[in-house]
């Protein structure tokens, strides 16, 4: 499967962005997603995860409450809704797969994941 996020831009702190990710190649529904963010100089960091059915989703711990994770398989789309945004959250952000079918203990761990998009950037200033 081949991934393509967007929807990353200059935003004040306070505001909303949606990311988009398109899937192509196969259908999305056959893969768990995430987003992850990295930002200058640190490590790439779990933002947010959901189920291949959509029920179920979770979120790193410096995002939750603000940001909200969802998809529409018959469109191989999923999404990263984030409001009240932080000049902290500035980073680029990355949609990715995994093979797995459900939740599992390492879903928040890059590595376990298959296939990724190439990033969007998002800049919120102060």
């Known amino acids: 499967v081949q991934l393509q996020a967007s929807g990353g831009g200059l935003v004040q702190a306070g505001g909303s962005l949606r990311l988009s990710c398109v899937a192509s190649?196969?259908?999305?529904?056959?893969?768990?997603m995430g987003w992850f963010r990295q930002a200058p100089g640190k490590e790439r960091e779990f933002v947010a995860a959901?189920?291949?059915?959509?029920?179920?989703?979770d979120y790193g711990d410096s995002v939750k409450g603000r940001y909200t994770i969802s998809r529409n398989n018959a469109k191989n789309m999923v999404y990263l809704q984030m409001n009240s945004l932080k000049p902290e959250d500035t980073a680029v952000y990355y949609c990715?797969?995994?093979?797995?079918?459900?939740?599992?203990?390492?879903?928040?761990?890059?590595?376990?994941?298959?296939?990724w998009g190439q990033g969007t950037l998002v800049t919120v200033s102060s």
């Open positions: 959901i189920s291949r059915s959509g029920v179920k989703s």
């Open positions: 990715a797969a995994s093979a797995e079918s459900r939740f599992w203990s390492e879903y928040n761990v890059p590595e376990e994941y298959n296939y």
């Open positions: 190649g196969r259908t999305v529904s056959s893969y768990f």
